[in-house]
């Protein structure tokens, strides 16, 4: 079974540019999560998507949406990148998100994005 | 507010001494936690989880409700041991895992 793919691996955009990151799951998982891992933040937590609905936030402002399609794949979506926005954007997919046995998160390599 | 901590950013150990890496949790209900682990180029993997009561490669971890806790033991640490270890909390039962700063564990021959 082929494991979570990120695409772009490597990004560099400027200051007031978008970009977009996509993130292919596991075949047959439904529940796509997506975290940003800084050095001083550590890793924190975007959103997660399931069914096409987003069904879970964090706290980051509004630049950052994602959106998830019928095949399950995602992408997300930064506006108007700030300097504070490099960072390594890691995605996760599980079957069904929630917990319990089996239903562990396996995570992308990561696209790493510098804003200069 | 839930919350994750790892006390300590970096772990220096001599091969074959026992390790701990120490997590605690602020929250109220039954947490479901994991212990995920990330070795030098490459990505961050699910190491074990405190519902499956599993040993993986010599770790273990216990939930402590008493303590609020879920630390990471091995007995006998082995160099290949040597990633970074997040101790992460799944929050509100979906896709959500709130994760600690991470420990950096470095077993020397």
């Known amino acids: 079974k082929a494991g979570v793919t990120q695409t772009p691996r490597y990004l560099i955009k400027t200051r007031g540019q978008q970009v977009t990151l996509s993130c292919s799951p596991i075949s047959g998982h439904r529940s796509v999560s997506w975290y940003q891992q800084t050095p001083g933040q550590g890793l924190q937590f975007l959103f997660e998507?399931?069914?096409?609905?987003?069904?879970n936030k964090g706290n980051f402002p509004g630049r950052f949406s994602g959106r998830q399609f019928s095949n399950s794949r995602s992408e997300m979506n930064v506006s108007t990148l700030e300097l504070g926005d490099s960072a390594l954007y890691l995605c996760?997919?599980?079957?069904?998100?929630?917990?319990?046995?089996?239903?562990?998160?396996?995570f992308g390599p990561g696209t790493r994005l510098t804003v200069l | 507010a839930q919350r994750v901590t790892q006390p300590e950013k970096l772990l220096s150990v001599f091969k074959g001494a026992p390790v701990e890496l120490k997590c605690n949790y602020s929250y109220s209900g039954s947490p479901e936690l994991f212990w995920y682990v990330q070795y030098s180029r490459q990505r961050l993997q699910l190491l074990l989880r405190?519902?499956s009561r599993e040993s993986i490669k010599g770790f273990t971890a216990d939930l402590n409700k008493g303590e609020t806790s879920f630390h990471l033991k091995k007995p006998f640490a082995q160099e290949e041991d040597s990633a970074m270890y997040y101790c992460?909390?799944?929050?509100?039962?979906?896709?959500?895992?709130?994760f600690g700063q991470g420990t950096e564990l470095s077993v020397k021959p």
């Open positions: 996760a997919s599980s079957l069904y998100g929630t917990g319990g046995l089996g239903n562990e998160q396996f």
């Open positions: 405190h519902i």
């Open positions: 992460a909390f799944l929050y509100n039962q979906g896709g959500k895992l709130i």
């Open positions: 998507y399931f069914s096409e609905t987003q069904r």
